[in-house]
C-alpha cells in the first residue's frame, strides 16, 4: 500500500509543478520580468530569455509532465492490483484520471495564472532544473520542432 501511494504522490507531485509552471510561463508578461530586471533580479533576464525561445522551457515540462503521468499511471496500476486484485483495476484508472485532471490539470493552471507575479521567481529556477533534468529530451524536441518549422517555412 505504501508503494502505491508512493506512486501516486509522486505521479501527482511532479505533474502539479509541470502545470502550474507552464502556467506561470505561459502567463508571466515580459514588461513585468523587465522590470525585474531593472531591480537588478539576474533571474528575470534570464526568465525572459526563456520565454523568448519558449520551445525549450515548453518542451521540458511537458516531457516530465509526460514522464510523470506515463509512469505514475503504471505505478499505480500495478500496484492496486497487486494490492487490491485485478477487479479493482477499472475503479482505480478512473480515480487516477480524475486526481489528474483535477489535481495536476485544472488546480495548478489556475493558480499559476492567478498568481504568476507571485511564483514567477520560483518557477524560473523550477523550469531550469526541468530543462537539466530532461536535457536529452528538449535537444531531441528541438531538432524535430526546427525540422518541421523549416518544411512549413517552405
Known amino acids: ?18 502545470s502550474i509552471t507552464e502556467s506561470v ?6 514588461s513585468f520580468l523587465m522590470s525585474q530586471d531593472k531591480k537588478e533580479r539576474g533571474w528575470a533576464k534570464s526568465f525572459l530569455e526563456l520565454k523568448t525561445n519558449i520551445d525549450r522551457p515548453l518542451s521540458a515540462i511537458l516531457s516530465l509532465n509526460t514522464v510523470a ?11 492496486a492490483v497487486k494490492v487490491f486484485g485485478a477487479a ?3 475503479i ?6 480524475v486526481l489528474i485532471l483535477v489535481i495536476t490539470e485544472i488546480i495548478p493552471k489556475t493558480i499559476g ?5 507571485n511564483l514567477s521567481m520560483i518557477s524560473y ?8 533534468l530532461t536535457y536529452p529530451l528538449v535537444t531531441m524536441s528541438v531538432i524535430i520542432t526546427r525540422m518541421i518549422s523549416k518544411n512549413n517555412n517552405d
Open 125 to 132: 529556477f523550477i523550469i531550469k532544473g526541468m530543462i537539466f
Open 88 to 90: 479493482s483495476f477499472g
Open 92 to 97: 482505480v484508472s478512473v480515480i487516477l484520471t
Open 25 to 30: 510561463l505561459l502567463s508571466v508578461q515580459p
Open 113 to 117: 495564472a492567478s498568481y504568476w507575479r
Open 69 to 79: 503521468h506515463t509512469i505514475g499511471a503504471a505505478g499505480v496500476g500495478v500496484q
Open 1 to 18: 500500500m505504501t508503494v502505491l501511494f508512493a506512486y501516486l504522490f509522486l505521479a501527482l507531485f511532479v505533474s502539479f509543478l509541470c
